[in-house]
């Protein structure tokens, strides 16, 4: 720790006045200044100890990513008609989690959270392997597995980003994505490529994999430990203690155990010391920032992108049993692990704008493409779409990474639940419209393409002036930094 000696008024004194000639003397406070190098040693002590809860995340969220990916196009040829309520009522589900978690999540434990939306997804998965043909039954199960979703997003972020530093707040809350790219990863390939000669169907194996990931999560809830900020929200000193032991191990050193814990202690009661209608107004340049940020990851895989894809590689190749549509998952997959990788040391803006600025250019190239060929009918032109689409995924991968920790950092603690939980059910919203609107029109990928080329291009100037760079940060200090009206600095 450093600690710097400052002459002058402390912040917030009042002054005292003394009827007297003889100068007054100066007063001095002690700042005390978190030292890096004991921030990195914090981290020494908590990242082996957070493995749990992000197990259980990082598997749920692949198998949510699976039934997500299956919305978007990705359930061909499984004998049930893929009608829009099919496609889109997962969302619904998330939404309605979502929103039931924005609630609770503040009252009741975050293993119960995943407990309860674990559960939720393997009843999914059951229905899956027992009625795998059957329309409505498949329907109801991805309504189940969405609400349970979205129980497990908004346990997920808020928890992680209480439980971890800063140095390593973008890596833990980043495996929310990751998973999802999984299980994106993991869908795209077994239907793209399943042979539909064969006994099982798509469904079925769909659900087996979900069984094995929600039992495997489930079994792994035990193990979680909650976050001290939680017990100390009740003024449950002795809980959230115990919760701070668990999660750090009883070697750990008394002065980085007492730092840490007053670092918790210190978030809590400066949030306690205002209201909540003053977290609230405080929050609206948060939300604008996360609105530009969060709601874009609808953007990085869309039901338009699965199809144009899809359309493409069958024009290109004459068949959809080629490699593009193999890479084109794979790409996702290894630009989310290039940017777990790098999130906590370059920092989530400097990759974010990486991406965005990627992301911008190669969605105004494709509505370019569609100019030429609306129909998709000529060869060049759709090999030239495969290819933007798989370089477009890559970036996609790296932008994503940083947007759980950014939405578990940006807002104060009494209105956090609340906010996240309407950011996240906006994306949800914004994959519905997709759903219901696209396809509507003679040329509709270009409309599609064309419009959010622009909105990624106007968030890419937004996001560079307004987003905060926060690796590095503790939550407390991280929250105030969302609160400037601009910060342009990127890294």
Known sequence: ????????QAPGAKPTFVATSAPQPQLTYIDVIEDPRTQRGYNRWTNGHNAHSATVGFLLFTYGGMDM?????????????????????????????????????????????????????????????????????????????????????????????????????????????????????????????WNFASSININTAHGIIGIIFTVLATGTVAMSVESPIFYLRSNNEDAARTCQTQLLGTNVPTEIYEAIFAEA?????????????????????????????????????????????????????????????????????????????????????????????????????????????????????????????????????????STPSYLGEAFPMKVKPFLIGFVVCLEQVIHIIVIVTFGKTYNCYFQYFVGVGVILVVSLIIFAVLMPETRGMSLRQATDRFCRYFDVMSY
């Not at 597995?145 to 908004?154: D, K, N, P, Q």
């Not at 959809?320 to 803006?349: C, E, H, Q, T």
Request: aromatic content about 14%; hydrophobic content about 55%; some cysteine.
């Open 69 to 193: 990916a299956q919305g978007l196009i990705w359930n061909l040829d499984t004998g049930i008609s893929s009608t829009p309520e099919m496609n889109y009522c997962w969302f619904i589900g998330v939404i309605i989690g979502a929103f039931v978690a924005a609630f609770a999540v503040t009252h009741v434990p975050k293993k119960y959270f995943y407990l309860l939306g674990g559960v939720m997804m393997f009843i999914d998965a059951v229905i899956f392997v027992s009625a795998p043909y059957k329309y409505n039954p498949i329907r109801a199960a991805r309504y189940v597995g969405g609400v349970g979703m979205g129980l497990i997003t908004m346990a997920f972020i808020i928890h992680n980003s209480e439980v971890t530093l800063g140095n390593s707040r973008g890596k833990w809350c980043g495996l929310e994505q990751f998973g999802l790219s999984l299980g994106i990863l993991i869908q795209v390939l077994m239907d793209s490529q």
């Open 1 to 8: 720790m450093a600690t710097i000696i400052i002459s002058g």
């Open 265 to 401: 202690k210190g978030y809590v009661m400066e949030s306690n010391s205002r209201s909540f209608g003053e977290q609230f107004a405080a929050s609206g340049m948060p939300f604008i920032k996360m609105l530009f940020s969060r709601c874009l990851v609808a953007f990085s895989f869309s039901y338009p992108l699965s199809a144009a894809m899809l359309n493409s590689t069958a024009v290109w190749k004459d068949t959809m049993y080629s490699w593009p549509l193999i890479l084109w998952p794979i790409l996702r997959f290894i630009g989310v692990l290039i940017a777990i990788g790098i999130v906590d040391k370059l920092g989530r803006k400097f990759i974010s704008l990486v991406g965005l600025l990627c992301m911008a250019a190669l969605m105004l190239a494709l509505a370019g493409i569609f100019t030429h060929d609306p129909q998709m009918s000529n060869t060049y032109y759709m090999a030239e779409v495969s290819r933007v689409s798989l370089a477009f995924q890559i970036f996609a991968g790296i932008f994503v990474i």
